[in-house]
Each structure stands twice: as structure tokens, then as C-alpha cells.
């Protein structure tokens, strides 16, 4: 099983959908969890961190769930803008501060 | 602006040339990374560097050599390159502070073409 898992889409969705992606995780004790968007040929940027009490920021929500090994991200009323790719990432356990990128989930959201 | 930034944004080499791209972060982090990502592919860790010494290195050839000079800096010195090295080159840097959060800031790339 690989560390970091996620379904590498694309996704198609029309404007205002709601759309979830998943991503599991190998290491039980792994500790921290974080969601990037990555835009074609662009850098990788921080979309939010995923507490274990799940968070939400504005259409993005996303959750964790320890006992399946996995974190989720909900995006609701999708824009044209929220096209890019999500990348699942995870830091393990033990001080280590050497983060596992997931390959990541195409979204394409069309008009 | 994300903070780090990476110099220069675009390059373009010979496979005999010797080039280094630059990366510096203003965040006041203590851990700096190379990554390397080509087209269509997921991220691959080169480098890590923490309090400016290399703590990992994922079997990179030999013809990619790291520097880190201070917390802020980070340095990729190329040479002799192959043209399956063209690639987006990301530097990052994150705050090391056990295992809670480290989360990543990355400077814009260098996009390297060897031809």
C-alpha cells in the first residue's frame, strides 16, 4: 500500500456542484494532514490543514478520520476558478518533518 | 506572495554547462527542500535541509549538489545534466517544530529545460 493514496481524477464537474475527494494514508500515527492546490505549472500552495474536529474555510471543508486512515475534502458550489489539482499531504509521526505528497486530484470544473 | 522565492524562473542549459538555481525564504523557517517535478508527474524530494544541514537525500544522482549556506538560503548547483533532468525545480521551507504542523511554503519554481 502506498503512504499517500488519492484517485488522480480528472474530475468533471459543472459549476455549482459539490465535490469530494478522498485520500488514505498507510502510517496510523501519522500527525498532521494538509490539503495544496496545485495549478497547472504553478507551484503547490496551502489550501488548509485538516484538524482532527474536521474545519471548514468559506466552500472547503475537510475532515479527518483517524479509525479509516483517511482525510476528505468537500468543495460546494463549485467555480470555474477551482479547477487545479488537490494534493493530499502527510506528515508521519516521531518528529519527523518530512511530509509525503499524495499525487493528487484533478478537478475540471466547466462552465 | 508566498515568502520564497527562486531564482532563476526559467533556464535553459546544455548538458555540459554548470548552473545553480537560487531559493531564499523570508518566513523565518529552519528547514528548506528541493523538489523536482516533471511533466505530469507527482513531486519527487530531492533535498531537506534543517539548522543548515542535509538530514535527507533520496538517491539523487550525483550531478545535483545542495548547498545551504544559512536557514534562509539554498543553493542547487547543476552539472553535466541529462535532458530527462528538464523539470519544475520547487524550493520549500517549513518551521520544524516536532511533528505538529511543518506546513510547506513553496517559491515559485525554476523551470529547467536541458537540451
Known amino acids: 500500500r502506498k503512504e499517500v493514496e488519492q484517485d488522480p481524477g480528472p474530475f468533471n464537474v459543472p459549476e455549482g456542484a459539490t465535490v469530494a475527494f478522498n485520500c488514505t494514508y498507510s502510517?496510523?500515527?501519522?500527525?498532521?494532514f494538509f490539503w495544496y492546490r496545485q495549478d497547472c505549472r504553478k507551484e503547490p500552495k496551502l489550501l488548509m490543514s485538516v484538524y482532527s474536529s474536521g474545519n471548514e474555510d468559506g466552500r472547503f471543508t475537510a475532515q479527518l478520520n483517524r479509525a479509516s486512515q483517511y482525510i476528505s475534502l468537500l468543495i460546494r458550489d463549485s467555480k470555474l476558478s477551482d479547477s487545479a489539482t488537490y494534493l493530499c499531504?502527510?506528515?508521519?509521526?516521531?518528529?519527523?518533518?518530512?511530509?509525503?505528497f499524495g499525487r493528487g486530484t484533478s478537478l475540471i470544473v466547466h462552465p | 506572495e508566498t515568502g520564497v522565492t527562486q531564482t532563476p524562473r526559467h533556464l535553459v542549459m546544455g548538458m555540459t554547462n554548470k548552473k545553480s538555481l537560487k531559493c531564499e525564504q523570508h518566513?523565518?523557517?529552519?528547514?528548506m527542500y528541493w523538489y523536482k517535478q516533471s511533466a505530469k508527474k507527482p513531486l519527487e524530494l530531492m533535498f531537506v535541509?534543517?539548522?543548515?544541514?542535509?538530514?535527507e537525500n533520496n538517491s539523487v544522482p550525483s550531478r545535483f549538489s545542495p548547498e545551504c549556506p544559512n536557514s534562509s538560503h539554498l543553493f542547487l548547483h547543476l552539472h553535466t545534466l541529462q535532458p530527462e533532468d528538464s523539470a519544475l525545480y520547487l524550493c520549500?521551507?517549513?518551521?520544524?517544530?516536532?511533528?505538529?504542523?511543518?506546513?510547506?511554503?513553496f517559491g515559485p519554481g525554476t523551470r529547467l529545460t536541458v537540451l
Open positions: 520549500a521551507s517549513s518551521h520544524v517544530r516536532g511533528s505538529l504542523g511543518n506546513e510547506q511554503f
Open positions: 499531504v502527510v506528515n508521519p509521526s516521531g518528529g519527523s518533518y518530512i511530509p509525503t
Open positions: 535541509y534543517s539548522l543548515e544541514e542535509r538530514v
Open positions: 502510517n496510523s500515527a501519522s500527525q498532521s
Open positions: 518566513l523565518g523557517h529552519n528547514a
